[in-house]
């Protein structure tokens, strides 16, 4: 099924893709790398584990148990900064995880809202070989899928991607392909995104729903796409339909258009309803 619908961006049935907006000129630095038939046995990740660190070469990647790994590099806090890091609490893995910049934080959130089984922040060092030599990267994150399908990430807003960042991201690319894993560079969002997946987090966390209104909420948008204020209107107490309305978007067994700014006129719909949904 097609994630979008026109020029919206279906809420119900999206996946990253959709959501971001990709950096994918790292392929014009391949060239670059240093390949050839024994490359996957050249080029090594480096894990951390209670035990220490293990290497790995990229062509045993498959038999690494990566839940159980540990960062590869630490998170620093101190004064004066550049950058921004934290903890960012995830409903679908129930606890926190950390970041080091506010675009981290925003892929966290988006990873949330799409349901991940784990995630990993910066899960190991990886060292592979270009033309002028070696190289490393650690990348930012590693999300484990529903199912078992995984996904590497970085995050880099566009403007700051410089010629290293792309050979790094292009040899980061190869990687992930040589093991079967999907890799991302986060370079940006498609509008109004973030804006609608940071209101919809509110009400991301269990919710009582001692008055039934959920099941009315349900029924009323199985009729057809309603307005998200005649949605909650039409319920025995509108106010606190509003919460419910918005903590059933979040988990996406009621559906909206993440590509449009959300308000009383949004258009609901229903939606597929993940096992993780509550």
């Known amino acids: 099924m097609s994630t979008r619908t026109g020029p919206g961006i279906r809420s119900d049935v999206c996946d990253l893709d959709a959501l971001i907006s990709p950096f994918t000129s790292d392929a014009i630095f391949r060239q670059q790398l240093v390949l050839g038939e024994s490359w996957p046995r050249r080029w090594t990740t480096t894990w951390l584990f209670d035990g220490g660190q293990v290497a ?6 498959g038999s690494v148990p990566v839940l159980g790994s540990r960062p590869v590099r630490r998170f620093t806090w101190r004064a004066r ?4 890091p934290g903890l960012q609490f ?3 893995t129930g606890r926190h995880h950390g970041f080091e910049s506010l675009e ?3 892929l966290l959130l988006a990873l949330d809202f799409l349901g991940v089984v784990e995630v990993l922040p910066q899960p190991f060092r990886l060292d592979f070989e270009h033309e002028g030599g070696r190289g490393r990267h650690v990348p930012d ?3 484990v899928l529903p199912g078992g399908a995984t ?13 290293d960042d792309a050979l790094r991201f292009a040899a980061t690319r190869e990687t ?3 093991c079967g894993w999907q890799y991302v560079v986060v370079a940006g969002w498609r509008p109004h995104v973030h804006g609608v997946l940071d209101h919809l987090s509110s009400q991301r966390r269990p919710l009582k729903d001692q008055l039934g209104l959920q099941g009315q909420l349900l029924e009323a948008a199985s009729r057809g796409p309603v307005a998200f204020g005649a949605l909650a209107a039409g319920t025995r107490l509108a106010a606190v339909a509003r919460a419910h309305v ?5 988990h996406r067994r009621l559906a909206v258009d993440l590509g449009i700014p959300l308000g009383d006129g949004s258009l609901v719909w229903l939606g597929s309803a993940p096992h993780w949904a509550t």
């Open 56 to 61: 790995w070469p990229v062509r045993d990647l």
């Open 81 to 84: 900064q550049r950058h921004r």
């Open 90 to 92: 995830m409903v679908s």
């Open 104 to 106: 981290e934080q925003r």
């Open 141 to 143: 994150f590693l999300a």
């Open 151 to 163: 996904v590497l990430a970085d995050v880099r807003p566009a403007g700051r991607i410089g010629d």
């Open 176 to 178: 992930a392909a040589a």
């Open 246 to 250: 918005t903590h059933l978007l979040w």
